[in-house]
């Protein structure tokens, strides 16, 4: 395999909790990031899944920078982020972007289409003047909009025409990698095949890396490479799309599949629902021992004691943590 372009060690997010005045003093720690490690070759898009509040979009922050980690390594090529400079971190920043989850927030409704896509390349110092409007009206081309809305504001477009305004944004400073928080999760259903479609189209033009953070796992298997699964701010499992999808290791990967509606009602009827009990323990106090071992319907004795099982390669390319597959 190639040198991979993104790699993670042992990243840990971890925000305090202050109470008590006047000093407002650090208590506790909420775990939202709680030791990751992965990696992700140039070309690949990564899919990052799992339940609302588990870490995934923390993950993603912390990758670019935008959340400092408490602990950690983030590798950009051969360049340790998380110790670097901040000129340095800028510089590495316009081979970086993110498409945020929201288009309506994500967007200054005070300035116009044009001065939002071209502002990247003001800051990175890519192009001025005509060169930049022309780079604008072929950018936004490449994304599906007319390079008359050059001049139009935010408020003038649709949800997934802002989304594309959003993309635009994050391909004009020219990046190798991108992460898409939840991109397609405030569109209308028909809209996100769309953008689905789209992200795969600029990936394939312009060399892109992803790493796609969603809860559609039906869309997830259709635009990811590989597939991490995450749970209270780890891992659980990690393999190929193929492998994950069809032969799930981990109890919450299977709860989690089993949740995917399957279009031909036959098979829907015969197969067999895991319904996962409880809710999600708090950040604030995870378990100890394997943090799923609270909701597992396969729980044994050894889950629930420390250490934790280790997040390990099982079979080639298949990484998962679990006491059974020991």
Not at 288 to 297: A, D, I, S, V, W
């Amino acid at each position: 395999m190639s040198q991979p372009l993104i790699r993670v060690e042992n990243l840990k997010v971890h925000f305090p909790v202050r109470r008590g005045l006047p000093w407002q003093r650090r208590t506790e720690w909420v775990k939202a990031v709680d030791g990751l490690s992965f990696s992700i070759q140039p070309g690949e898009t990564l899919g990052l899944v799992g339940e609302s509040g588990c870490g995934k979009s923390t993950t993603g922050r912390a990758i670019l920078q935008l959340e400092q980690p408490t602990a950690g390594d983030v590798y950009f090529e051969d360049t340790e982020l998380t110790t670097s400079k901040s000129e340095s971190l800028r510089r590495q920043r316009q081979k970086m972007q993110m498409i945020f989850q929201d288009p309506y927030a994500s967007l200054n409704p005070r300035m116009t289409v044009g001065s939002i896509v071209g502002e990247p390349m003001a800051v990175h110092k890519l192009a001025q003047g005509q060169e930049k409007r022309d780079r604008v009206h072929h950018i936004l081309d490449t994304v599906g909009l007319s390079p008359q809305h050059y001049h139009r504001y935010p408020h003038e477009f649709s949800g997934g025409q802002r989304q594309r305004v959003v993309i635009a944004r994050a391909l004009a400073a020219d990046p190798d990698f991108i992460v898409g928080d939840e991109p397609i999760a405030a569109l209308d259903v028909s809209i996100q095949a769309q953008v689905v479609n789209l992200l795969q189209s600029l990936q394939q033009e312009f060399g892109l890396t992803y790493l796609f953070i969603a809860h559609d796992l039906s869309v997830v298997r259709h635009i990811a490479d590989r597939v991490a699964v995450m749970y209270l701010g780890k891992l659980m499992e990690l393999a190929d799309r193929v492998s994950l999808y069809e032969d799930p290791l981990h109890p919450y990967t299977q709860a989690l599949l089993s949740a995917v509606p399957i279009p031909d009602p036959k098979l829907e009827a015969k197969r067999e629902r895991i319904i996962l009990q409880g809710d999600v323990p708090s950040p604030l106090h995870p378990p100890k021992g394997c943090c799923f071992h609270t909701r597992c319907p396969a729980v044994m004795p050894e889950c629930r004691q420390d250490p934790e099982p280790a997040f390990r390669e099982v079979r080639p390319g298949h990484h998962v943590a679990c006491h059974l597959v020991d």
